[in-house]
T-cell receptor, first 115, second 112 residues
Framework: KAGVTQTPRYLIKTRGQQVTLSCSPI?????VSWYQQTPGQGLQFLFE???????NKGNFPGRFSGRQFSNSRSEMNVSTLELGDSALYLC??????????????FGPGTRLTVL | AQRVTQPEKLLSVFKGAPVELKCNYS??????LFWYVQYSRQRLQLLLR??SRESIKGFTADLNKGETSFHLKKPFAQEEDSAMYYC??????????????FGKGTHLIIQP
């Protein structure tokens, strides 16, 4: 099976712009989660989507949003970019049983730099 | 608030020595618990999860509910164990939604 893929792999934006990142899960996986990784804060959970619905959410401002399509592919959007949004954004997919957290399979990440 | 503590940022041991990576969590309920690992230039991947009670690459993890700890252990370290290790309880304890709360990680270095 092909692994989780993320596009683009690298992105440079300026403050105030918005950005959209894409994630394609492993075939058959129905849940997609997003994480932000920075040297200072480490890995932080953004949100999780299942069946096109946000099912779980971390503690991030409303500038961070996401969506999931009927084929389970997911996008996350960050509006009004700030310098502190510079990070590696990781996507993870899981089959999900629905009654407990399943093993997550991670993509390579998108490296976002905000200038 | 949910909190995960990995007290050692860096742990260096010699090959063949025992390894213990500490993890303490502060949670309501009984979360599902995971250890994830990231080897150099590879993706973050599952090492083991508590519910399966498997031993992966010689690692085991002991859950102590009283101390709310989930320490990772291996009796004899190997050079290929050098990596970044993350303790990760689920965010939605008992709720079924996926998502993990990661500790800051421990960088394990195995010296020859």
């Amino acid at each position: 099976k092909a692994g989780v893929t993320q596009t683009p792999r690298y992105l440079i934006k300026t403050r105030g712009q918005q950005v959209t990142l894409s994630c394609s899960p492993i075939s058959g996986h129905r849940s997609v989660s997003w994480y932000q990784q920075t040297p200072g804060q480490g890995l932080q959970f953004l949100f999780e989507y299942f069946s096109e619905t946000q099912r779980n959410k971390g503690n991030f401002p409303g500038r961070f949003s996401g969506r999931q399509f009927s084929n389970s592919r997911s996008e996350m959007n960050v509006s009004t970019l700030e310098l502190g949004d510079s990070a590696l954004y990781l996507c993870a997919s899981s089959f999900t049983s629905g009654w407990s957290t399943d093993t997550q399979y991670f993509g390579p990440g998108t490296r976002l730099t905000v200038l | 608030a949910q909190r995960v503590t990995q007290p050692e940022k860096l742990l260096s041991v010699f090959k063949g020595a025992p390894v213990e990576l500490k993890c303490n969590y502060s949670y309501s309920g009984s979360p599902e618990l995971f250890w994830y690992v990231q080897y150099s230039r590879q993706r973050l991947q599952l090492l083991l999860r508590h519910i399966s009670r498997e031993s992966i690459k010689g690692f085991t993890a002991d859950l102590n509910k009283g101390e709310t700890s989930f320490h990772l252990k291996k009796p004899f370290a190997q050079e290929e164990d050098s990596a970044m290790y993350y303790c990760a309880p689920e965010t939605d304890s008992g709720g079924g939604a996926d998502g993990l709360t990661f500790g800051k990680g421990t960088h394990l270095i195995i010296q020859p």
